[in-house]
Nanobody
């Protein structure tokens, strides 16, 4: 299993931007499908974005489409989430997740991922 560590969260005003990073341990980062999820207080963890291990195919939640961009740098074993035009409803703890060799054709449920980071807080003030 891969070990994951998120960073880059913080406090930002409405309309601002943040870039989250997720550093992965291990030598097989390129064979993992990676995802971002978020969980707001009192709510269930929800899908944000996913990038497949082959072809780097991406899918996004409708709520972030056009504002967020998921990417990966295999040479650095790092996953990114660029978040633009942030809204107060984006406030949550953001988690990265990994699953080796998983093929994706649509947004993926959290239960499909076996490895998770500890999360990083994103707070968007109005």
């Amino acid at each position: 299993q891969v070990q994951l560590a998120e960073s880059g969260g913080g406090l930002v005003q409405t309309g601002g931007s943040l870039r989250l990073s997720c550093a992965a341990s291990g030598r097989s980062f390129g064979s993992y499908t990676m995802g971002w999820f978020r969980q707001a207080p009192g709510k269930e963890r929800e899908f944000v974005a996913v990038i497949s291990w082959i072809g780097s195919v991406t899918y996004y939640a409708d709520s972030v489409k056009g504002r967020f961009a998921i990417s990966r740098d295999t040479a650095k074993n790092t996953l990114y989430l660029q978040m633009n035009s942030l809204k107060p409803e984006d406030t949550a703890v953001y988690y990265c997740a990994a699953e080796r060799g998983m093929y994706v054709t649509s947004p993926v449920p959290a239960a499909a991922f076996g490895s998770w980071g500890q999360g990083t807080q994103v707070t968007v003030s109005s």
